[in-house]
């Protein structure tokens, strides 16, 4: 007696159905998804960081400024740093440095750029992401800082100089 082989009358099915195709990119879409997301996430995550270091080493090159004119006994000069571009103090200037403008071309500058305001003599950076950026003032999200002179009476020179948030704001 012989092995028999009984063959069911359906053809033997290859590859997927409509079915499990479609539950497969509902899948596959969902997944993108949450990836995207948090890559949005770290992408905002990171300029937040890349903003504050920026702004660090501002805060550093004043300080170079101020002890350089303060060894060399040029103090009566520190003043003058109230008008200068804290983006100059800099080793080189930050990604997407779009040089110093006027009040009125901000409008103009490209999302994830830094700007020199000439004629208020402040420095900005226009955010490109700012799902997680909370401006406490609301308005246009533009950070912006200044120079401000520290003295201890209104009428004594400048004593020394901080580099002030002039935006209020929290990131994350």
Do not use: K
Request: glycine share 8%.
């Amino acid at each position: 007696m012989g092995a028999r082989t009984y063959r069911s009358s359906r053809a033997q099915q290859v590859g997927l159905s409509w079915i499990e195709f479609s539950v497969l990119c509902a899948m596959f879409a969902v997944f993108g998804g949450s990836l995207l997301t948090a890559l949005f996430y770290y992408e905002e995550l990171a300029e937040a960081a890349v903003v504050q270091l920026t702004v660090q080493n501002m805060r550093s090159g004043l300080r170079y400024q101020i002890a350089d004119r303060l060894v060399r006994g040029r103090t009566s000069e520190m003043a003058q740093l109230l008008d200068e571009n804290p983006v100059m103090w800099l080793e080189r200037p930050p990604e997407g440095y779009a040089g110093s403008i006027r009040t009125t071309d901000i409008r103009n500058v490209r999302p994830g750029s830094w700007f020199y305001d000439v004629d208020m003599n402040e420095v900005g950076y226009v955010p490109r992401h700012s799902a997680y950026l909370n401006l406490d003032a609301g308005g246009a999200p533009t950070l912006r800082w200044r120079t401000r002179g520290i003295r201890l009476r209104p009428q004594d020179e400048v004593e020394g100089l901080a580099l002030i948030s002039l935006t209020p704001y929290r990131w994350f």
